[in-house]
């Protein structure tokens, strides 16, 4: 086979900004979100602008959540997008859709506060975005939106949606699972390699992401079992807003990687540029997303959309102080006084601490380079690291070695610890390799799909 190369966003999450993304109250909601909402469709289009120009392939893959939450009018300017991009480039569009492109109280913003928008139905997706993979599949499942595309004359794309009509992020049922392993055995019989797309990731992007059900494909082994067992060891995910790259092994010796990408308009955002040497050899980079026109105030994009997501970040802490309602809303915790009296104290706590004092309230000792440090800057930029990918605090770091400690002492109480899949997992190991990237670098990595 000769190598093909192709391009991947995910998480386009389109909103036209004449819809409405204005006001006091967006402003209040902004606060808190990863992921940009007035910009959006100015990001898009510099997104594909660039993609217009790009010269190393001529096919790109969206792996989900195209629009903000499905409104009809944004699937409308969105594929006019599409459509002109593929007109003006020549290139091809596969997609898969998602949560966020169907049945939603759809809303945007005005100077009267929130008001609601038209949604669109599962059914109608068919009919936006048949163009952009959909029509020309050489397989295709109408319940899941799902289908079987010839990249190359010697690869092809499995794309898969965990929604239907009546529910969304469901798990797979046995008859959907043959239709996969269907159509991969079929593409082994016809000599032809086969990866994967889908917007839910299948393996958690960083560890400590298993313990959250929406974070990943429920069931997920029953699943990587049936792709890697039948000649599928590679997968495109998104929804996390996460860059990473892992891998696993089913009990058959199969090896499974999943490479997420983060979302084009949020922070991590970045392009991945897959080459597909061979049957065994996989090359990924990742491209950051261009600069994009909107008033800055100075900052570069990448400054902005950091800035961003930081902002989220600090209003969470700053929320559990002062208003513990929406913090606990925000990280799903059902409400009750006691719990908001709980987080108002830890709040007060952890807004004023160094990181000496986190690590003398757990009895252990911070480097004395950091121990003057500031508790919530520190957490900020770990919790950013999560989404970023390569986390830099490993053994050996000052920040590593006391969140190490930290985590030891922990330990015992989390003996009993679960994900969100009824798995046993190690609260120690959890914890260390979602502060440290002990593995595959999440960027730029060759992937050797068989042992």
Request: proline fraction near 3%; charge should be negative.
């Amino acid at each position: 086979m000769k190598p093909l190369k192709f391009y991947l966003v995910t998480d386009t999450h389109y909103f036209k900004n004449s819809l409405g993304a204005y006001g006091a109250e967006y402003e209040d909601f902004m606060d808190s979100e990863q992921k940009c909402f007035a910009e959006t469709q100015f990001i898009n289009e510099a997104v594909f602008n660039w993609l217009t120009d790009a010269k190393d392939a001529d096919i790109v893959l969206i792996a989900g959540d195209l629009t903000f939450w499905g409104e009809r009018e944004n699937h409308e300017a969105f594929t006019k997008l599409l459509h002109e991009f593929k007109e003006k480039s020549g290139k091809k569009i596969y997609v898969v859709t998602a949560g966020h492109d169907f049945h939603n109280n759809s809303f945007g913003f005005n100077e009267n506060g929130r008001f609601p928008i038209e949604s669109v139905e599962f059914s109608e997706l068919y009919d936006y975005y048949k163009d952009f993979g959909y029509s020309d599949a050489i397989a295709f499942n109408e319940e899941h939106l799902s289908y079987v595309a010839q990249l190359s004359d010697g690869v092809r794309l499995l794309v898969i949606s965990n929604d239907i009509a009546t529910a969304k992020h469901i798990t797979y049922d046995d008859e959907f699972l043959g239709w996969i392993a269907e159509q991969a055995q079929k593409a082994q019989a016809d000599g032809q390699m086969m990866i994967a797309m889908e917007h839910y990731p299948v393996l958690p992007g960083q560890p400590v992401l298993a313990l959250i059900k929406d974070a990943w494909q429920d069931e997920s082994k029953k699943l990587v079992e049936t792709l890697a067992d039948n000649g599928v060891h590679l997968i495109f995910t998104g929804h996390m807003h996460n860059q990473s790259i892992n891998v696993t092994k089913t009990e058959k010796g199969n090896l499974f990687y999943d490479v997420c990408t983060g979302s084009v308009i949020g922070w991590p955002s970045f392009i991945r540029l897959v080459t597909v040497e061979d049957e065994n050899t996989v090359d990924i980079k990742s491209i950051q997303t261009p600069e994009f026109e909107w008033d800055k105030k100075g900052l570069t994009s990448e400054e902005y959309l950091i800035a961003q997501f930081e902002k989220m970040i600090r209003t969470l802490i700053t929320a559990m102080r002062d208003n513990p309602e929406r913090f606990m809303r925000k990280v799903n915790i059902a409400p009750s006084e006691s719990k908001k009296k709980l987080f108002r104290f830890l709040g007060k706590k952890l807004n004023k601490m160094t990181l000496g004092q986190f690590g003398r309230l757990l009895f252990v000792r911070a480097d004395k380079s950091i121990k003057n440090d500031s508790f919530v800057e520190f957490a900020v930029n770990l919790v950013r690291s999560i989404f970023e990918g390569n986390q830099p605090y490993v053994e050996g770091t000052p920040e590593g070695d006391l969140l190490l400690k930290v985590f030891k002492r922990l330990r015992p109480f989390f003996k009993k610890m679960k994900d969100s899949q009824g798995n046993h997992i190690d609260f120690y190991e959890t914890m260390k390799h979602t502060a440290g990237n002990y593995g595959i670098d999440d960027y730029n990595a060759t992937l050797k799909l068989s042992q």
